[in-house]
């Protein structure tokens, strides 16, 4: 495409007739012809190196590319793949920038800038990076899979949906844009349909931790409490942590088991004594017991209180808990 796009752009025809002297112009001409062609052939050299591994010498031979031809987009796209790989990220976005604002018809080049600004959660600059992307290929899988996700990042799952749904028309058997279709679905609140998404993109991925969370979400969204605590200890017997056993303890919490609800809100503390949910659920289980009680169980009032005081040292910021604390405290 380089050397065709050269090629066009050469005043191949530079005479008027007449037999003028168009010797310099063809030289000019020749000379650019070279250095397309060295540019692509450090190119080549390039992504064969970057194939093996060999990552310096790779970016060695792209900037060589670059050096001789400064329009040569795959070079730009080649360097950005290396900093991505190795994580600098500010470095592979400045390639692909490049890449993309000297090929406004490059899919590859819109969608590798598009996909780095989603990784460095410049959601909206990479909403129109992948807008431009689509304009090139529509019927992109990856590319619609992921805007679709990345609205939802920017806080507009509504117009995310449209693509979300399209990428798994694209590809039905694709975990993980069910995954991202579900999400989709339960940021709209339509969480019937989110629980569906997820559980077809267990069919590819399994029933991961990813997906289990969801579902115990979207399940505890429709209210539907005992299924959601099933499925969070299925998610606990897989991972186990302390947010985990926080959500059981919430969910036990709202079906009125609430000596299950007190054990799982400890059982999170042991994972990690600073996970402040988890003690805002231990003091509204004692702040229970205490008001069950008739106000007479002293012992409950004080581990209530000293679990909103421990909260509270870890994050100031919860009105709900200064109030109860000022109230009982």
Not at 149 to 168: C, I, K, S
Request: glycine share 8%; charged share 25%; aromatic share 6%.
């Amino acid at each position: 495409m380089l050397l065709a796009a050269s090629l066009l752009g050469a005043p191949l025809l530079t005479g008027c007739g007449g037999g003028g002297d168009d010797g310099p112009s063809r030289s000019r001409d020749r000379v650019d012809l070279e250095s397309v062609l060295a540019a692509d052939d450090a190119t080549q050299r390039a992504k064969l190196l970057l194939a093996s591994g060999r990552l310096r010498e790779a970016l060695s031979e792209f900037e060589r590319a670059i050096d001789l031809n400064p329009m040569a987009i795959d070079a730009h796209i080649g360097i950005g793949d290396i900093y991505k790989g190795e994580g600098d990220l500010p470095r592979a976005e400045t390639a692909y920038r490049r890449a993309a604002n000297l090929g406004p018809s490059s899919f590859q080049a819109q969608y590798a800038h598009a996909l780095v600004l989603q990784i460095m959660e410049r959601y909206a600059e990479a909403v129109r990076a992948y807008q431009r992307a689509l304009q090139i290929n529509p019927r992109d899988f990856k590319a619609n899979m992921n805007i679709g996700l990345a609205f939802v990042q920017l806080g507009r799952p509504e117009q995310g949906l449209p693509y979300a749904e399209r990428a798994t028309r694209l590809n039905p058997d694709s975990g993980p844009a069910h995954h991202n279709l579900g999400v989709c679905y339960a940021s709209v609140g339509r969480h019937a349909e989110a629980i569906e998404s997820y559980r077809r993109a267990s069919e590819d991925l399994g029933l991961v931790p990813q997906l289990l969370l969801a579902i115990a979400d979207s399940q505890a969204a429709l209210e539907d409490h005992r299924a959601a605590a099933g499925t969070l200890q299925r998610l606990i017997n897989v991972e186990p942590s302390a947010d985990a056993w926080r959500r059981l303890g919430a969910a036990h919490f709202r079906v009125r088991e609430y000596s299950a609800s007190l054990r799982a809100f400890n059982t999170a503390l042991d994972f990690d004594p600073t996970h402040y949910p988890a003690l805002n659920g231990v003091a509204v289980c004692r702040l229970n017991d205490y008001l069950w009680s008739d106000k007479t169980d002293l012992n409950a009032l004080e581990a209530a209180v000293d679990a909103m005081r421990k909260s509270l040292r870890i994050k100031r910021d919860q009105p709900r808990i200064v109030e109860l604390l000022t109230r009982f405290g």
